[in-house]
Structure formats: structure tokens, C-alpha cells
């Protein structure tokens, strides 16, 4: 009997904790919102450019690059990071330059967009020993997310 009356407690306190779905709340047909975003990316040089429709960008300089080197004897407390300069172009007229060691936002540069954000998603090389890498062996992925 002590065994049931435990089974019972038990089981009301689990159905009394069991979730309730979530009420839906839909939207009326006509407001439904669509986000459009226009993805452009690629892989840069010093002095390539990256067109997105009358738009560019040039990777202009590498300013700093404190990044950890691989090799297993060095001890780091931080990993670092790439800093670049890029220029800003609309219609091949220079309107700006851009300094960014992650993801930047530049529509401020550019009157009529909503949103546009610049991101340097990969540098290489990756330094492996303590030391200068020559400016012009890094290539630097870089990404652009304008929404429409």
C-alpha cells in the first residue's frame, strides 16, 4: 500500500510538470516580413578588389597581425588577432576606408542601404614561428552581408 501511494505521488507530480505547448501566434496574411541579404565573398590579396554590384572593396594593407604563432614552443595568453585596411568603393569612386580586425558594419558609408556588414572570416598564412610575415604573402577571406 506505502508503494502505491508513492507511485500515485510520483505520477501526479509528473503530469502536473509536464509542459504545455506554446500557443502559436500567427501573423496576419499580409505582414508577413521577408528578409532578402545579398552574400558576396572571396579571397583577397593586397590590392585585389571585391565587386558586389556597383559597390567594391580593396584590401588595402595588413596592419597588424598578433597572432599566436602554432609552433608548440611558444606559450601565448592570448590569440591574437588580424587587424586590415580596406577602401571603399561605389561606382569606382573612392568613398571611404575601413579598418577591422572581425565584422564591421559600413553603411554608414552608403546613404540608401539598410544594412551592410564587412567580415574577415579567414587570414593565411597562419603564422607558425615568432616573426613578420611579408605583407604580400597573406590572403585575407573576407565577406560582405548587404540586406535588401
Not at 75 to 85: D, E, F, L
Not at 89 to 112: A, M, Q, T, Y
Not at 119 to 142: Q, R
Amino acid at each position: 500500500m506505502r508503494s502505491l501511494i508513492i507511485f500515485l505521488a510520483l505520477y501526479i507530480s509528473f503530469q502536473s510538470t509536464e509542459k504545455q505547448p506554446a500557443p502559436s501566434i500567427s501573423e496576419p496574411e499580409g505582414m508577413k516580413t521577408v528578409v532578402k541579404l545579398n552574400v558576396s565573398s572571396a579571397s583577397l590579396c593586397l590590392g585585389d578588389e571585391l565587386h558586389f554590384g556597383e559597390r567594391s572593396i580593396k584590401l588595402k594593407e595588413i596592419i597588424s597581425d598578433s597572432r599566436c604563432p602554432s609552433n608548440p614552443i611558444v606559450t601565448c595568453i592570448w590569440a591574437g588577432q588580424v587587424r586590415v585596411k580596406v577602401e571603399v568603393f561605389e561606382k569606382r569612386k573612392l568613398i571611404g576606408n575601413v579598418e577591422f580586425s572581425g565584422s564591421k558594419s559600413i553603411n554608414h558609408l552608403f546613404p540608401d542601404s539598410k544594412e551592410l556588414k564587412i567580415s574577415l572570416v579567414n587570414v593565411k598564412p597562419y603564422p607558425v614561428n615568432p616573426g613578420k610575415i611579408p605583407s604580400e604573402d597573406y590572403m585575407v577571406n573576407l565577406r560582405i552581408t548587404e540586406v535588401l
